[in-house]
């Protein structure tokens, strides 16, 4: 792929957001309900097909495995140093945050654009793995910024992105065939879902009745985002047991460049956890991924 390919692909998704903010001013839309969409249906259905046409190969499953696993880290992570900075939700909002990526709406397009259908595969297992982890351990943590753990792990029991999940894996373990022309519809969602997954970042940005810049929650998740995420990516590369291909190398590392994840401001508007603040962060990650992802596709 061209580097200008790159970045006309990267431009078109920080576009969505731009247009999502326009829209947003323009139009009474609730970014909540638009969430709420994402959150109930468009995100069960996306996983549910995602997982329904992943290749047989159980050498992908490892990818899948492990982005759990690291997603799950680097939260510990930054919890741990959210901790250390806030005393309130806001480090929980953090350590949500730096545990994912906008693998989904941003790396998803971008990996289909940029690998063939084994790079794709790939992609969409560690997508599956970071989505696993943001409707878990992550709505988890941010539901904790305001409320018990109690609470908190019943409106997890209440996603229905962990039971799409788990169908889908019944339906292929049990050998049931879905007519080909539902799973064809069922596709459709996946464009909805980078379209509304982007735009809601704008829209929520537009319903701010005041523009609040808060420089320290801003500059830490910059900071974790593009220094300690590249700086796992590397790590994963170089220590990853038994070695990576050169398409694996290269899926890591561009999984580890896109921007904070969309999701951050999808769940931050359902539960009401600073949504706003979670908004300009992504926002700002989102503009900044112009640099970050050509830069990433220049080590490829």
Known sequence: MEFEEVIIRV???????????????????????????????????????????????????????????VCCFMSGLALWVGRLIWKDSHAFLFAFSGGTANTGYFGLPMAIGLFDSAGAAIA??????????????????????????KSSLLKIAKLPIIYAFLLAVMV???????????VSGLENFKGAYTVLGMMVIGITLSKMQTFEFDVKYITYSMLWKFLAWPVMGL??????????????KSVVLLMCSVPMASNVVVIANELDVHPEKAATAVMISTVLAIISVPVAIGFL
């Not at 078109?12 to 969409?37: E, H, Q, T």
């Not at 468009?42 to 982005?67: C, M, N, R």
């Open 235 to 248: 790590m994963l590369i170089a220590f990853y047991p038994g070695g990576m291909s050169s398409v694996e």
């Open 172 to 182: 292929r373990a049990t050998g049931v065939t879905i007519d080909e022309i539902v």
């Open 11 to 69: 431009s078109f998704l920080v576009a969505l957001s731009l247009f999502g903010y326009v829209v947003g001013k323009r139009l009474a839309l609730n970014p909540k309900d638009i969430s709420s969409l994402l959150i109930y249906f468009i995100s069960p259905t996306v996983i549910f097909i995602a997982v329904l046409q992943a290749p047989e190969d159980g050498h992908y499953f490892k990818f899948f495995l492990a982005a759990y696993v």
């Open 124 to 149: 969409v297992f560690i997508i599956l793995g970071a989505s696993l982890y943001e409707f878990t351990v992550g709505y988890f943590l941010v539901s904790r910024g305001s409320g018990t753990i």
